[in-house]
């Protein structure tokens, strides 16, 4: 019913851009936020930017300063900039999405690869 789709991922060296989107199959406003997670290898998830429908974007401080998200709500998209990348950037970077409710419903996709070689 609900989907989201990521796609921009890919290699890089260090230093490089790539710009990632995670597409809804709805529209995003319906969502009170969004967000971007990354994992790693023997890491956990981690946050790397929450989205809200309304708001200033919060980053983690790993990537603050050097990652910028955004999103088009008539193209029901949402997007990561990343910039400056480096190695510890490596992971699966996936979209999710959340709607408020009582329990919260979350939604996320399958993922996209980025790869930062040295």
């Known amino acids: 019913q609900v989907q989201l789709v990521e796609s921009g991922g890919g290699l890089v060296q260090a230093g490089g851009s790539l710009r990632l989107s995670c597409a809804a199959s709805?529209?995003?406003?319906?969502?009170?936020?969004m967000g971007w997670y990354r994992q790693a290898p023997g890491k956990q998830r981690e946050l790397v930017a929450n989205i809200p429908r309304a708001g200033t974007t919060n980053y983690a401080d790993s990537v603050k300063g050097r990652f910028t998200a955004t999103r088009d709500n008539a193209k029901n998209t949402v997007y990561l900039q990343m910039d400056s990348l480096k190695p510890d950037d490596t992971a699966t970077y996936y979209c999710n999405a959340v709607i408020l409710r009582s329990p919260p419903q979350y939604y996320w996709g399958q993922g996209t690869q980025v790869t930062v070689s040295s």
């Open positions: 709805g529209s995003i406003l319906s969502f009170n936020a």
